[in-house]
């Protein structure tokens, strides 16, 4: 209730059920019902009943009345997902199955795998392919090398309808945008843990000294998206005067 309060929450549902603690928690799935949980916080409701009740992953599949494949696909994307791809996930920027997949690679190498499937706009198909051959690479510098030089498939000609069309103007745009929000989450998580203040002197100066110059292409950016969407916005409002 005080947390509503301080949410500034008018009223607030209440359901009240009797239950242990593991059967209460599972209940949040069908509480959810309307508005569905995403994977990663059925992860985390996963996780937490293997921690706090030692419950294996058949005797959770039971209580949640899901096969033990889904539990351990969930527990997958919180226990050995890099956090970085797990915000790109919460994002939108990657498919849980993408993701699912990734999960699969050492740690060291699974952000390069996720931002090249996100750069090339690749199917969760294309992204399983993909994680398949770098998993028979035998370390974790082959893989990053394999990547860096990775190109699509080539595919028989032109007239085979699974060829990707080239990218509209639009579309590249787009492509850009979640490059930003994916390197922003990831630079906003390292800046608000401190990661500057634990740096030596030498490369506390120079990341203050980045951090400065970014600052000023931010405000560049910011500027000329302002000015881009004011121009639409006069554009639309000419088409609505003009039809």
Known sequence: MH??????????????????????????????????LTELEEGWLVRWLRRKHGLSQGGIAKLMGKHKSWVSRRLMLVDSLELTVQSDLRLGLLSP???QS?????????????????????????????????????SDEARRQAMETWQPAPVASDADPSRPRPRTEGELLMQ????????????????????????????????KAASAELSGLLAALFGVLGRAIQVEDQADATTLEHP
């Not at 800046?191 to 740096?199: F, Q, S, Y």
């Open 97 to 99: 199955r993408s993701a």
């Open 3 to 36: 947390a509503a309060q301080a949410l500034g929450w008018s009223g607030l549902h209440v359901h009240v059920i009797d239950a242990d603690a593991s059967t209460a928690a599972v209940a949040l799935v069908t509480l959810h019902q309307r508005q569905e």
């Open 176 to 207: 850009d945008v979640s490059t930003l929000m994916q390197v922003g989450v990831r630079l906003e998580v390292r800046l608000l843990d401190g990661v500057i203040a634990r740096m030596d002197t030498d490369g506390a100066a120079h990341a």
């Open 102 to 138: 990734i999960a699969a690679l050492p740690r060291g190498n699974q952000q390069q795998a996720a931002e090249l499937i996100m750069n090339q706009g690749m199917t969760t198909q294309q992204a399983e392919r993909l994680v398949r051959q770098l998993r028979d690479l035998d």
